[in-house]
């Protein structure tokens, strides 16, 4: 690398800024007055279709973060990168500077004729030396730890710099490399570039000599197009995040989440499409309603489903308003029913986990061996005896649950949670109590 | 006969584990699909539908216990365990590392209790080691009697392959080390052989590998302490690896198999070894073997190096290459593991 001291010594500086941002754009160009910006128009999330994503194969059905977090301006930020990173492969540059629009440096860089300082010299002869793919010249920890390469620079510990993607280089086949792996997008970008540490030779400075603005200001002050503006007020598209209970916010979009110690990657894995999770393989476990019984009140529901339904034949239950946890686990593997059908989406997770210390791991594998199918295949139990209607009865599901129960017919057992909710409206159109009800406050009818 | 290869290997960043995945992966002409991981439970009912027999090669650092040990249980097929390495072993060498040398005394070790591993091992129906003092020390460890056992290396690639490179024998100052800087790969122990011999450049190639935070506080010990050494990171260009170093430092204090010291001896780089570990076994009364674990007598090795003539080198390491070539390649390590699988059955 010669010294090309308009682009801090690699081939060409792009920064990603959006259009709607001139201030930011003009607050770079200050700061940095002796450099050569080549400008790419940022995606904006404002204008991203979410449907439109997943349907052109641009965004994944399913997002891994470490923070659970999502929002319309993380999937616009993925893709402004790769469209950089394009544009640099277009230009055919030998290696690339990245920046976003709103980057500074509390060290001097050049002089003010423009010559490089000593300090920065010295870092640059560390890059001229070293063996990299990916350079980060700052992250949002101001010190990075992993094993030393050089007097600057060093090789991250997997999992422990991901945060921060606004001031990074890249080699010319690298460039190649992260671009056409990039889609669909399935982590934000500085989580993708993470990811990289575990196959190519990434390097990130001991000390950020790059940092963000809001990196100086309380996340709430930040003005991030990428997270806080629209995220905050609640109006984006899409918008995730934990509150501090770990309850989830903004569920339009997401059918279920794992959370990171349910999860093999130690992300939360926020998925976008239905769940798919086939017909029920696990094989029977004659002690299972017994030892599920020690963490959960359905299995008395369960077990007396077991008793009242003939053994040896074919059942099939439909769950309605599905939560992604407890009876979608239990229903699973209490080896009862043959076919396991839903209806709507789930509403997610609930907190029977964390009150009855109940693994998460235990719930992973409902997730993945319980019976369901698709919504074209739920047709299925229209024409075919149910033996098992079960409602997950909330207070906002109760006028649904008034519509549904006059409409089902063929059915031999109707049950559900929360009986002290419904039990008006199941005696209104019953006209009569459940045949039991169980400790958990779970109710059945025999019809 | 089809064999599926089940490991929480993937997508891990380690450097020698998985060389030697993707050398078992062409050993055993195993397609991408035909090695899965854990993360779809239900993949375990297409394993028992589509397959014969069941490999699981399982990196000690587990974060789903439970998780994998319900996959496994639900294996229906004859499952065999490659033991590429024995938990308790390595978790005694931290403890020792950590009760020796470590400033902070902090203790933590990245696997799940014996009682966890013993139950999980007592699934197998048999077990693959890489060499006999695995074998004797992990049943010593663990209690699990009359277990159906094969030892089996891996293999170091094809016959023809397995040919030394007499013009990478170059003499020079380079010592050079692939894998992670783990204590008991011996890394911290150069810093002893530096002190006795500081006349070396030491260069070390790999990643952070299975307990990051200690291999991590070990390189940056050596690079920081000892002159005219360094980390490199992830090694790019194997074959400049082999023409820079003149001597493969392999001071292990416990490696069921040094893949890359195998490799770096076909190669031209001469290594050192320790007696009494399976490097030995493997290289059978290799001149340049060290006492175990006595760096002086791994520094003296390095001087009977410097001043044996590079015919002489030449003529050792090709006897010794040779001896790999008929021992250690694709066609004879395939043959005694479908022989081993199929009494399995």
Known sequence: MDLKQSTLGFDKIYVINLKRRMD??????????????????????????????????????????????????????????????????????????????????????????????????????????????????????????????????????????????????????????????????????????????????????????????????ESEHADSDTYFNEYREGDGDVGLSFDEEGKVFNRDIVYYIKHPKDFLDLYVKIVFNEPKFGVQKFNPHPDKLEFNKQFFGINELLLFLSKNLKEGEIHSMLEMYPHSGESTFFFGCSN??????????????????????????????????????????????????????????????????????????????????????????????????PLKTFTDNSWVIEL | MKICLVTNYLNKGYTEEIEILNQLKITLKLSSSDVVDFSNANKVYD?????????ILLDYHITSYKYILNFISELTLPKTFIIDSIPEVEEMLDKQFTGRYSATK????????????????????????????????????????????????????????????????????????????SYSKGIFHYGYLHDQNPTYNFSM??????????????????????????????????????????????????????????????????????????????????????EYMDISSFNQQLLNIENTPVSELIEIMSMYVEHLSNTLNDDIIKNIYYKFLKSTI
């Open chain 2, 106 to 181: 902090d203790f933590y070790f990245p696997t799940i209790q014996k009682e966890s591993w013993n139950k999980l091992y007592l699934l197998a129906d048999s077990f693959i080691f890489y060499n006999d003092i695995d074998y004797l020390e992990f049943t010593r460890t663990y209690d699990l009697e009359n277990i159906k056992k094969e030892i089996i290396p891996p293999s170091l690639g094809k016959k023809e392959d397995i040919v030394f490179n007499f013009q990478n024998v170059i003499k020079n100052k380079n010592i050079g080390f692939i894998g992670s800087p």
């Open chain 1, 24 to 217: 930011r754009r003009m607050d770079i160009v200050k700061a940095f007055p002796h450099l050569d910006f080549t400008f790419i128009e940022a995606i904006d999330g404002q204008n991203l279709d979410f449907k439109d994503l997943i349907n052109t194969n641009k965004l994944n059905s399913y997002f891994l973060d470490p923070h659970g977090m999502i929002s319309m301006g993380v999937f616009a930020c993925a893709l402004s990168h790769k469209k950089a990173w394009d544009q640099a492969i277009s230009d055919g540059v030998e290696n690339a500077l990245f920046f976003e629009d709103d980057v500074f440096s509390p060290f001097l860089l050049q002089e003010d004729n423009g010559n490089f300082t000593p300090q920065y010299k010295d870092i640059l002869d560390d890059i001229n030396n070293l063996e990299w793919d990916i350079i980060h010249l700052g992250k949002k920890r101001l010190n990075t730890v992993g094993i030393s390469a050089s007097k600057h620079f060093t090789f991250p510990r997997f999992n422990h710099s991901y945060e921060g993607a606004h001031a990074y280089a890249v080699k010319k086949d690298m460039l190649k490399t992260i671009s056409n792996n990039y889609l669909p997008v399935k982590f934000a970008a500085d989580v993708y570039l993470e990811q990289y540490i575990n196959t190519h030779q990434v390097l990130v400075l001991k000390e950020s000599l790059i940092q963000q603005v809001n990196d100086l200001v």
């Open chain 1, 336 to 433: 009862i029913f043959s076919y396991i059908y839903y209806l709507n989406k789930t509403v997610g997770e609930d907190s029977f986990n964390q009150k009855l210390n109940l693994d998460w791991k235990d719930i992973k594998i409902a997730f993945n061996n319980n019976t369901y199918f698709f919504k074209d295949k739920l047709k299925k139990y229209e024409q075919q005896p149910l033996s098992f209607l079960y409602y997950n009865l909330r207070n906002n599901d109760l006028e649904e649950f008034e519509k549904d129960l006059t409409k089902h017919n063929n059915v031999k057992f109707i049950g559900g949670s929360n009986y002290d909710i419904g039990k008006n409206i199941i005696k209104k159109i019953y006209n009569t109590k």
């Open chain 2, 47 to 55: 394993i028992n539908n589509d397959y014969t027999h069941v490999l």
């Open chain 2, 205 to 290: 190639y790999g990643s952070h590998g299975k307990n990051p935070l200690k291999n991590e506080s070990i390189a940056n010990h050596i690079t920081t302490n000892c002159n005219n050494s360094k980390f490199c990171g992830r090694l790019k260009d194997k074959n400049k690896f082999y023409l820079n170093n003149f001597v493969y430092y392999d001071f292990a204090i416990y490696s069921p198999f040094s893949y890359f010291m195998y490799k770096s001896l076909i190669n031209g780089v001469i290594p050192i070894i320790s007696k009494n570990t399976p490097s030995y076994q493997y290289l059978p009364n290799y001149p340049f073997a060290s």
